[in-house]
């Protein structure tokens, strides 16, 4: 950008080379046949310029070439060579053409004028010479050349300084934008059609908006160009923080800019220039000091000014959100003695292990912060949406108690944990913090390796889960889980073919425990083998009533993960197969796809295991977890199920419709039987039905009812149709 001060240097020096010029003498060539007349003449032009005179008309030609005079007078009636072919050959020669020529004559006709002036002939002087006269007009004619020799050289020189400008402009690091009046760029250098994809060409007679595609880096709404803001308030602004500049190829960059208006002199706005870099680099450089000033330098993990900004952040969305936000705060037992006896380098190495172990345990959407030399927080939100904050204590407490090895040693810890929660107990973030510190207090004081609630109404919660482990505990050792059977159905011939178990928790009073409640607190504290295997037992057993009926059916048994993590699972299926005696072709073990992803090769040798035994595999709930062609080729999977959520939504949603239709015809390639949970209505009967599927269960057809339910509906009965 060219500021004043330049233009005042430039002015001062084209008036001082100006000045020079004023300097020089002028010469004015005078020809004529007539010694008197040149003699008039020279004493008229002789105080304006240096003279230079001839009578020889041939000689004329050769004084011109030699001396390029400014001015020539020249008379039109000579011998040899008259003025008129003088100024033709003057006019004809592209060096001379520009000099000005006065003819001289006594001829006052009209006609000579006019030929004259079409030869090129500026003036006349008429004879008789009027001296005076004639030096007004030759001294007004000097003047005219001397100002045009002015106006070439300031043109001469406003051309170099325009053509530095512009070595100027393209040379800098930064990217320079010109415009006019309306915003259509004038002016383009290399960097900036570096930094917005467009050349020259392209660039120059479009909006500038157009060409500087800004958006805010973090919302990625459209911003508006300083150029076009500049000229709208008339003074020079600075790009809106938080900026990002999207090339014409799609690349982004974060920049930087100021732009000015350009004025005239009574203040109107002419145009406007922009002036931005690349600030991409520093950008990440701040990123990166903000991340080392909020993150704790061994762990990596949030500290605590950072934990304390997003629990401000949770709370404040909370507010409106109307959830729940928990804080844990966690504390590695006895860890100061540990760390005293063994050593900083090893306390480090524990410090290391835990927080990798809890970052598991809490999970990806938690916030999970080192606070203190052992203190770890963990923040959760959107607690009561799915999210349990005792359930991610438990996990918490359970990774910690796995033994941690270092240099051959084996060190078993323990963990105590204090829990928040906004707003049942606390209303700020500091409140938090005291609150969670308290609680951890407390549970270190009832023994360690275990978490507290800051919150009474939720330790009677916890007291009804410890209720519900009991109760559960009591089934398992009176083998008194009731078992459900949910009929499955040959869609094409409304026939019972099969049916799924699933297990009821009833307590002593008769009232029903959901699922939702026990199996997961099953898998928590370890109970799900012990629960799974008497499911298995049972559902076995129910086979073999089935034989007895001469009605014998498949029976699918749910399996978790943690069952076919177990590497004896194939080994105690095997055993409860051979113990009640039923065809193994009978059972069908059915899988999630999440139970897939925790070991590969040893999931894989567990079904190979499995159905080597003579069982069905049956992948539950297909589509809604990890679903990959690659598993279905390498497990030994014979049966599909289709979950109830594409089942639920194929009436009114074409998508689901898709996707359902899609299954059926993956699970006809395959050549894998195919099973729909959920049919609710009689259109999704047919629909499913006409799609291919074979088999299906749900409310439409059956709820599930219990064993003896089942079997006087349809053991005992003649048929097993609907």
């Keep these: 950008m060219v500021d004043t001060w330049y233009w005042i240097g430039l002015k001062k020096k084209l008036i001082g080379q100006t000045t020079a010029m004023d300097m020089r003498a002028q010469n004015v060539l005078i020809v004529d046949d007539e010694p008197v007349n040149i003699v008039i003449l020279e004493s008229a032009v002789s105080s304006l310029a240096n003279v230079i005179s001839t009578s020889d008309s041939v000689e004329a030609l050769h004084l011109i070439e030699t001396h390029k005079p400014d001015l020539i007078i020249l008379d039109i009636s000579m011998p040899k060579r008259s003025g008129f072919d003088i100024c033709r050959a003057v006019k004809a020669d592209l060096g001379l053409r520009e000099i000005p020529i006065l003819f001289v004559t006594s001829f006052t006709d009209s006609e000579n004028e006019r030929k004259a002036l079409a030869l090129g002939a500026i003036d006349f002087i008429a004879k008789p010479i009027d001296i005076e006269i004639c030096r007004m007009r030759v001294k007004n004619h000097l003047l005219i050349q001397r100002q045009k020799s002015q106006l070439a050289i300031y043109n001469e020189r406003i051309l170099e300084e325009k053509e ?47 060409i500087m595609e800004l958006r805010d880096a973090t919302t990625n709404t459209a911003m508006i160009n300083p150029a076009l803001y500049t000229m709208k308030v008339k003074r020079p602004v600075a790009m809106a923080f938080n900026v990002k500049l999207v090339s014409k190829q799609g690349k982004e960059c974060r920049v930087e800019d100021t732009a000015s208006p350009i004025l005239d002199t009574q203040g109107n706005v002419r145009g406007a220039v922009v002036v931005f870099q690349d600030v991409s680099e520093s950008v990440a450089m701040a990123v990166q000091m903000t991340h080392v000033t909020n993150h704790d330098q061994l762990t990596g993990l949030p500290n605590r000014v950072l934990l304390h900004d997003r629990i401000v952040q949770s709370i404040n969305r909370t ?61 959760l939100t959107h607690v009561g949406s799915g999210l349990s904050a005792d359930g991610v204590a438990m996990s918490c407490l359970q990774s910690a108690r796995e033994p941690i090895h270092i240099n051959g040693r084996h060190h078993q810890l323990s963990l105590s944990i204090g829990i928040s929660l906004y707003p049942q107990d606390a209303s700020s973030a500091e409140e938090m913090m005291r609150h969670s510190d308290t609680a951890m207090y407390r549970a270190k004081a009832t023994g360690k390796d275990k978490f507290s609630f800051f919150s009474k109404d939720l330790q009677l919660a916890m007291r ?52 939702d409640e026990f199996i997961p607190l099953s898998e928590e504290t370890g109970l799900i083998h012990r629960l ?5 037992v049972k559902s076995c057993e129910f086979i073999a009533k089935c034989v007895e009926a001469n009605k014998p059916l498949v029976i699918a048994v749910n399996v978790s993960a943690q069952q076919i993590a177990n590497p004896c699972f194939a080994k105690e299926v095997e055993e409860v197969i051979i113990s009640t005696g039923i065809d193994p072709g009978l059972l069908e073990l059915e899988v999630t796809e999440s139970a897939l992803m925790d070991d590969f090769d040893q999931t894989r040798k567990m079904l190979l295991a499995l159905s080597s035994l003579g069982l069905s595999l049956a992948l539950d709930d297909f589509g809604t977890g990890y679903s990959s062609l690659s598993y279905l080729r ?89």
């Design 164 to 210: 530095q400008l512009n070595i100027t402009l393209n040379a800098i690091a930064d990217g320079v934008i010109a415009t006019d009046a309306a915003g259509i760029v004038t002016f383009i250098n290399p960097v900036a059609q570096r930094l917005t994809g467009f050349n020259e060409f392209e660039a120059c007679g479009r909006m500038v908006d157009e």
């Design 319 to 379: 507010d409106k959100a109307q959830h729940s936000v928990a804080l844990l705060l966690i504390d590695i037992d006895n860890f100061k003695y540990l760390n005293d006896a063994l050593g900083h380098k090893v306390g480090d190495s524990i410090i290391l292990s835990i927080s990798k172990r809890l970052q598991q345990a809490c999970g990806a959407s938690a916030t999970l912060a080192r606070v203190g030399g052992d203190e770890f927080a963990c923040l």
């Design 464 to 515: 009804k889960r410890v209720e519900t482990e009991v109760k559960l505990r009591s089934a398992l050792d009176n083998n008194s889980l009731a078992v459900f059977f949910q009929p499955k159905y040959d869609l094409n011939l409304n026939k019972v073919v099969g049916a799924e178990s699933l297990v009821r928790l009833i307590d002593e009073d008769g009232n029903t425990i959901s699922p």
């Design 532 to 536: 799974g295997k008497q499911v298995l």
């Design 634 to 722: 390498q497990f030994p999977l014979n049966v599909l199920k289709i979950d109830r959520s594409f089942v639920k939504d194929m009436d009114h949603e074409p998508q689901a419709l898709d996707i359902v239709t899609a299954i059926v015809r993956l699970a006809n390639c395959l050549n894998m039987i195919l099973v729909a949970e959920g049919l609710e209505t009689e259109l999704q009967f047919h629909s499913l039905r006409q799609l291919g599927c074979e088999y299906g269960q749900g409310y439409y057809m059956c709820k599930p009812i219990s064993e003896d339910e089942f079997t006087a509906r349809f053991l005992n009965q003649a048929s097993l149709t609907m």
